[in-house]
């Protein structure tokens, strides 16, 4: 099976994050933040993981170093679930309508982190959820995850359709990225 577990623990946040690449679909757990758990939700019904998470943080600062530590932890335990990346995909791409949002994800695997995010959102907060940490959730985890992440917002209004919108289609370009279409590393360097 392709899992892994994360512990990470600092002055700042505890956290425990398990995460199956060929999972049912299911998010448990808390970060402690409710808009943000119903992103990593949609994360994994959407990608078709099975991600389990406690976490304690600093919520009476700020989401800053919870949302981030928990993009760590994920990136962290998507390499190690990968392990080689012998025979996947790769790459993902996935256009994901909600409502009047349509956003664009498209990544690759690489080994080679990078981030992109043209994405403005027109609301501060989306109930408790400081909408500043959606990038720097998605790009704790490009950097972590080791991929070339690419995110787009084409157009959208609504604050909650937008960050729906990026999360949902990460989970479907994920799921393509890491689905095994063969035995082969996808590389001509023999290597990712």
Avoid: W
């Avoid at 012998?86 to 982190?113: E, K």
């Amino acid at each position: 099976m392709r899992e892994s577990t994360i512990v990470r623990k600092t002055a700042e946040t505890d956290i425990c994050l398990r995460l199956v690449l060929d999972g049912d679909g299911t998010f448990r757990g808390t970060s402690g933040i409710g808009f943000f758990d119903h992103m990593l939700t949609l994360l994994a019904v959407h990608g078709g993981f099975t991600l389990e998470l406690s976490a304690q943080g600093d919520l009476e600062v700020d989401d800053h170093h919870t949302v981030e530590d928990i993009g760590i932890a994920l990136g962290d335990a998507l390499t190690e679930a990968l392990g080689d990346k012998r025979g996947i995909r790769r790459y993902g791409c996935f256009f994901c309508p909600m409502d009047d949002a349509l956003a664009r994800v498209v990544l690759d695997l690489s080994g080679r982190p990078y981030f992109v995010y043209d994405v403005a959102i027109p609301v501060e907060r989306i109930g408790t959820f400081e909408t500043e940490m959606t990038r720097e959730f998605f790009l704790a985890l490009a950097m972590h995850g080791k991929m070339n992440l690419h995110m787009a917002l084409l157009y959208g209004v609504n604050g909650h359709h937008i960050v729906e919108s990026l999360f949902k289609g990460l989970g479907h370009a994920l799921a393509e990225a890491v689905s095994v279409k063969g035995q082969q590393i996808l590389s001509s360097k023999g290597v990712l």
